[in-house]
């Protein structure tokens, strides 16, 4: 069982239709005991990740080539694939955050009917939205390799897990 304030780190490899990243996946356990949807664009926004939505996850495999995103669960629980249909499933719950590299892709697999999430990205990135259809990958290869590395972790602020576990990647 995992204790508040794990973080399991996640790479995922480009499976020739998603380009996925050398950059992990973070996945933060129990990071709000209380979750809702205005905890986590509280905490997103002070450490510099503005939320952006409060919903779901798409149900279908998809990434951004132009965005990092960190997404954070408000309510229920799911079943996230990340890295397309040969990646891996990992569980979430209330209370948990997971930040998702630019080229990765993620959908939702199975949740609760109170499953509710935060998006949120770095300032300054747009977010798009592939599916790794024929034709996307040459741009989307390019935008990727000029997203900005965040200055900040979403969950931890400057001196979180993120900036280390990145350069590291």
Known sequence: ??????????????????????????????????????????????????????????????????AHEVLGVAGGSGKIALGGPQGRVVGVKDGDAVVIPAGVAHKLESSSADFAVVGAYPPGQDWDILTGEPGQREAALANISNVPMPQTDPVRGENGTLPGAWSEG
């Open 1 to 66: 069982m995992a204790r508040a304030g794990d973080v399991e780190r996640l790479v995922l490899s480009d499976d020739g239709r998603f380009p996925n990243s050398a950059l992990a996946v973070l996945v933060y356990r129990a990071v709000i005991a209380d979750a809702s949807a205005d905890a986590f664009k509280t905490l997103f926004s002070r450490n510099g990740w503005p939320a952006q939505w409060v919903g779901s996850i798409f149900e279908y495999h998809h990434y951004h080539s132009t």
